[in-house]
């Protein structure tokens, strides 16, 4: 499909709202990250009777009103000599987004927004920062500029849950861009759906968006989608931090003024710079199924344990590049493109490496906790661990990789002092443990290969290191890292197995972060499983019907075989 993007037809958008821009936090229930590899920026803008529009859909699993939207787009050939940061350009100046909500009518042919919108605002306060650069797709050996951009509206749009709606995204002008730096709409390596859409005639003919022939996501799926968030605007006192201690009670208490103590995985002393535990990214490369789906978390979260340890006992590593370790983790592990990487063959590659690499008098893999592999009751493949495991395996210089579970509640049935909740877990994530808090606050630091949260504005609490945070190669450095900092919970009762989901003891609170690690996820890292708990009445009212609940699964450590450095920095 050839596509230039130009499109020079009228078009009439009359409904117009102010947006404002602020201190507030978002919470965003949909997410398409930018594709920060090798996507471009689709022109979407309007100046007189010129105009590009560009839409996609996306599914509203619940009934909360958007009131916040997060956008990415940059300007084409501005400041293309260079990949550092550069602030946007003003001539000509956009003068504000015109932000759109439509309904979906469905194929044949393709999906396309419903005209007229369902509501439209004119956003002039909205904020926007350099996000960092990707080599230009059309033309090699220069690059494009991404900017990320949040608004809030002075309107929230309402919406129907399980309904599908469509997103417009236009960058207006009072004067003519195209001798300049028009801007453009970048699109997400994520696929949901059908294709995004573009118009020439003001939204009465659309057309679909598909990857260049030329492209290396063609083949995997043609469609093309947009990068964009939707959430809603919450106030920073409603953030949920760690309930203090094991608790019969679900609700955990507001975040405190300041985080407690941290004690990081640090290899040098604390007047040393560095020594962090490294952030890699796992979209370096075509690591993703048929559907654009990244599944290499494993390999990844495993990549940052032994680089870390490389740093005190040179010859774990050796001379071989962040991509090529994660390569050969990823065969010993089994990591399947599609299905990505059980916990039990993770634990068998780490064993394959060490001996193959003459480690074994160096350092030793094992589960936390050490009889995790044993049978373990259903639906798990292998134990969970306790917080009080955690804690003590990272602070003796252990360094820990987690899987984490997504359980969602599928039904919920009035019992006797309660209720019973079905589940199903949608799929499992691999992070490293970069720190925790080893008081009864319940703080865990991690490094998360599939995306930098606090680095992206997604959550409140982080700590960024370095200062090469270009996506995706950026924190190869091993470095520069986005240290992504959760509330954990911990919560039992004696008619579960586990917790609150069946998935295990220790909950991260808000995580995930946005829809795209959820979705990007499902049946992947140790599968679909289904189970049962109970929810009494002390623990508040039960979960709605689709609301996920992120446990801590399994975990694999890898440690010196004598524990002879402990060097820590308190954050």
Not at 87 to 114: A, M
Not at 487 to 515: C, D, F, K, M, Q
Request: charged share 15%.
């Amino acid at each position: 499909m050839t596509m230039n993007f130009r499109l020079f037809l009228p078009v009439l958008l009359i409904v117009i709202l102010a947006g404002t821009a602020g201190a507030y936090e978002c919470d965003y229930k949909w997410t398409q990250p930018p594709n920060m590899v090798n996507g471009f920026d689709v022109e979407s803008w309007i100046f007189g009777a010129t105009a590009y529009i560009v839409a996609d859909d996306w599914p509203c699993n619940d009934a909360t009103p958007i009131s916040c939207i997060r956008w990415w787009g940059s300007y084409i050939g501005w400041a293309s000599d260079t990949p550092l940061d550069v602030p946007p350009p003003d001539i000509p100046p956009v003068t504000g987004f015109i932000l759109s909500w439509h309904n979906y009518e469905p194929p044949p042919p393709y999906s396309r927004p419903v005209v007229p919108s369902i509501t439209e605002a004119f956003v002039t306060d909205y904020t926007v920062a350099w996000y960092g650069s990707v080599e230009d797709f059309w033309n090699p050996g220069f690059w494009e500029h991404e900017y990320v951009y949040e608004a809030t509206l002075e309107y929230p749009w309402e919406q129907i849950p399980g309904s599908i709606y469509f997103l417009n995204i236009v960058a207006v002008y009072e004067e003519d861009p195209t001798s300049f730096y028009p801007w453009g709409w970048k699109n997400t390596d994520m696929h949901w759906n059908d294709d995004a859409v573009w118009s020439d005639d003001g939204g009465m003919t659309w057309f679909p968006l598909e990857w260049p022939v030329s492209h290396p996501l063609y083949p995997i799926e043609p469609s093309m989608d947009m990068a964009f968030e939707v959430g809603w605007v919450r106030e920073a006192t409603e953030t949920p931090s760690p309930t203090p201690t094991m608790t019969m009670t679900a609700t955990p208490t507001p975040t405190p003024t300041e985080l407690p103590p941290i004690e990081w995985k640090d290899y040098n002393t604390p007047s040393i710079p560095g020594g962090y535990m490294p952030d890699f990214d796992q979209k370096q490369d075509a690591w993703h199924d048929l559907g654009g789906n990244w599944t290499y978390c494993g390999p990844v979260a495993e990549a940052n344990s032994l680089w870390w340890f490389d740093q005190l006992y040179p010859a774990v590593v050796g001379s071989v590049t962040p991509g090529e370790l994660i390569v050969d983790l990823a065969a010993r592990m089994g990591t399947d493109p599609n299905a990505g990487t059980d916990i039990r063959n993770m634990y068998d590659g780490i064993q394959s490496y060490l001996t193959d690499n003459s480690l074994t008098e160096t350092l030793e893999v094992h589960f936390i906790p050490i009889e995790a592999s044993d049978a373990s009751p259903l639906p798990n493949p292998v134990i969970p661990p306790e917080w009080a495991n955690v804690v003590e395996e990272v602070t003796r210089c252990q360094d820990v990789v987690l899987l984490l579970g997504f359980w969602v509640v599928d039904t919920t049935t009035t019992a006797a002092g309660g209720w019973d909740i079905d589940w199903h877990r949608s799929g499992g994530h691999f992070v490293t443990t970069a720190g925790v808090s080893a008081t009864e606050d319940y703080v865990i630091a991690i490094s998360d290969p599939f995306y930098d949260a606090f680095l992206s504005g997604l959550i409140i609490n982080g700590v960024t290191r370095g200062l090469n945070h270009a996506p995706p190669l950026g924190h190869n450095d091993g470095v520069s890292a986005s240290h992504d900092i959760y509330g954990v919970t911990v919560v039992w009762h004696p008619s579960n197995l586990y917790g609150r989901s069946p998935g295990g003891w220790i909950e991260l609170l808000g995580y995930p972060a946005g829809a795209g690690a959820a979705m990007n996820f499902e049946n992947a890292n140790d599968g679909l499983r289904f189970g049962s708990t109970f929810w009494p009445v002390t623990w508040g009212p039960p979960p709605g019907v689709g609301e996920i609940f992120t446990e801590v699964e399994g975990a694999v450590a890898v440690s010196p075989k004598e524990i002879d450095v402990r060097r820590w920095m308190q954050y």
